[in-house]
């Protein structure tokens, strides 16, 4: 016969629980999602907002004709919510919509319209996103900072001498 029993009818009805501190109740755990909870609401309320005012104004390629302004940002309601994202193997995400300034700098003709940027995944209570109708969860991890390391290693007797770049953005080199 296995070590558990086939059914809870046959497991024992009170366990002798054994305690190596003289406290008897249980430590409370902290929330262990709420890092990833904050650094959500940061980005979808001042992380977007710092980046659209880093690449705002966007200008044509000559920079006298156009000029596009990125103003206030918004979430609109989900397509569909997280149980049927689920169920129909969809993302459970929201739409981006920006209110934006276009002028032309020659007649200084301003055009003010709300644009779709493109959908965003919206984070679950519990800190998880529903990607393709699956419950995914970040895993955060440590960054580099940016400069460049040197290395030294000794491969078949001879020294070799390398480098990597690491940039505040984009990919190492």
Do not use: C
Request: net charge positive.
């Amino acid at each position: 016969m296995g070590r558990y029993p086939a059914s809870m009818a046959n497991a024992p009805t009170r366990l002798q629980r054994t305690y190596f501190t003289p406290l008897r109740d249980a430590v409370d755990l902290p929330d262990l999602i709420e890092v990833q909870k904050a650094a959500y609401d940061w980005f979808l309320t001042q992380g977007t907002r710092e980046l659209f005012d880093e690449i705002s104004p966007i200008k044509d390629t000559m920079g006298r004709d156009l000029e596009l302004t990125l103003g206030d940002y918004y979430l609109d309601e989900p397509k569909f919510d997280e149980v049927t994202s689920r169920a129909k193997n969809v993302t459970y995400e929201a739409p981006l919509r920006v209110k934006t300034k276009l002028k032309n700098l020659r007649t200084n003709e301003v055009k003010e319209q709300e644009i779709y940027l493109g959908d965003l995944p919206v984070m679950t209570p519990r800190g998880t996103f529903i990607i393709n109708g699956v419950e995914r969860v970040i895993v955060s991890q440590l960054v580099r900072s940016a400069g460049a390391f040197f290395t030294a290693e000794i491969v078949r007797a001879r020294r070799h001498y390398g480098a990597k770049i690491i940039p505040n953005r984009g990919a190492w080199l």
